[in-house]
């Protein structure tokens, strides 16, 4: 029952403002697929164009073989969760999970039992007559869920379900989110500024900036294989390293990274390094083109360390190193580091994504 | 400033009470000459000939008619005002237009306008020579010196109210929660009915009461278009007008005593609908 959405070329302009350009991507049936990208990089507006909340200004929806884009909102049968829950605050739990029974004139038996099956699904079945600002945020947005799930839609839209949340809610209810999704099977497309939400979650994830798509892959492909510096900065915390290529390496000072075979001669370019592919060389060990650095501080957080490197040339570099990895390694020392599969891109025109480690 | 008190020192403190004190005397002075002595003097001058006066006025046919005129105008008012404003306020809050800045200003129109002159474009337009008045004496529908005309300005002057007090509502409960009823499947209108609705219900209300208050008092315009004619086209407002004139004092403040009480309870209810809007805003 559930259907794949297919995006083509949707583009979306207010005014003079293009906040969607170009976008093409599917998602496919019965998975999760995120919208990943920072506020303003249009992942919201093209969720709502699939809702039919917004009238794309070119392109087109499917979901399956059938058109979205030429229908109404509520013809489309799309579950939708709002951030801020938009719950009818008016009416109880139990009125608002019917609601889409009810204005489809479902008959009231039918009505309740579903209401009932939903509250239980959602276990909120002892808060049926409370109203939503009774309700903590967290139970609000279950509630918003089960009100999207009770007309059983094909698809089900999630807008920033849980940015409104606090952390320790967030990270239950997504926990919560992937087993009832398991449960349910309904094709899901996430929008989400947050990284690890998407990576954790989703079997797919757009990656968007400025109203483009940046890249499409699973969610080890977004991290180990970035397709741009904007994926690179944005997806999980690295290092950024300026410089130049010269001979299939990024050049810098002190250091020369390799990884730039792709890119000219003399280009000006910058080579990403995630905090845990930074590591320690073992003391004695062959010098196989490894940087030395100073050790500066170690902040131990459990089984991991976070250290902050200084290159000879001042750059600064943050690397994760397990705490049986440190071999010995403390403030003030010289250590020799490995960079493993740095990324180089081109700098010009490329936005710094302003995040390291 | 020689003496400089120290903030929550005893002499602040002393001179903060003194101010206070004052504040207080100087609203209860003005609530005091402003309401309750010209309310007093309603009562006391409508009861002064003795309670049978009561009985006299009430009977009495003109006054009746008056009275049921004011309840008809007022009625018919509310039922317009409330479906035009709500849609006019539904329009200037949630659709982008050209020209929606200028029909937000005309919306305020009445309120500038003193109603006297409204009365006398009503003329213009109906009255005998009016652009209209062809069209519709050849149709033996009388506008002017009828029913039609005071109905016409009186909406008129009452339709801001209802639109200036739904406009903020709809601001602050926003979109989302009609966006969330279509995605569930609601038509515009069972959004509409169903959210919309619900969610602007106070603060409808006192957008209605205003303009029920502003209707049953209205006289200026409808004095010029009514004609004030006895026993058709006198209004309550008019009748105590031609009372007081008349010398009838009694009747005339006793009919004035009705209307005060009237506005009484619709203040009531006006605060009433406040206290509600403000419990929503802050849920």
Redesign the interface.
Known sequence: MTKPIVVHQLTKRFGDFEAVTDVSFTAPEGAITALLGPSGSGKSTVLRMI???EVPTSGHVWMGEEELTVKS??E?????V?Q?Y?????MTVANNVA??LS??KVDRAAQRRRVDELLELVQLAPFRNRYP?QLSGGQRQRV?LA??L??QPQVLLLDEPFGALDARVRQDLRRWLDELHRELGVTSLLVTHDQEEALELANKVVVMHEGKIEQVGTPSEIYDEPATAFVAGFVGSANVLHGNVVDGHVHLDSIRVPGADHLPEGAAASAYVRPHDVRIAEPGGPPNGSVSATVERISRLGWVARLSLRLADGNVLVAHVPQEELNGASEGDRVSIDLRNPKAFHRDGVEEPARTA | MSAVAKPGGRADLQRRRIVRALLVSVVVAYVTVLLLIPLGGIVWTALKPGWSVVGQTFVAADVRHAFLLTGVITLITLVVTTAFGVTVAWVLVRQRFRGRGLLNAIVDLPFALSPVTVGIAAVLLFGRGGWFAPWFDARGISIIYALPSMLLVTIFISIPFVIREVQPVLVEVGT??E?????????VL?SFR??TL??IRWGLFYGVALSAARAIGEIGAVLIVSGAIQGKTETATLYIFRAVEERQTASGYLAALVLALVSIALLIGIETAKHRIER?KS?
């Not at chain 2, 966006?179 to 038509?187: E, I, K, W």
């Open positions: 809702a039919g909340l909102v509520q489309r049968q799309v579950g939708f709002f801020h938009a719950l009818f605050r008016h609601f889409g204005v489809r600002d918003a009100r999207a009770a007309p | 989302e929660e966006d969330a009823a279509r995605t569930l499947g609601a038509s069972q169903r959210v619900p969610n929503m849920a």
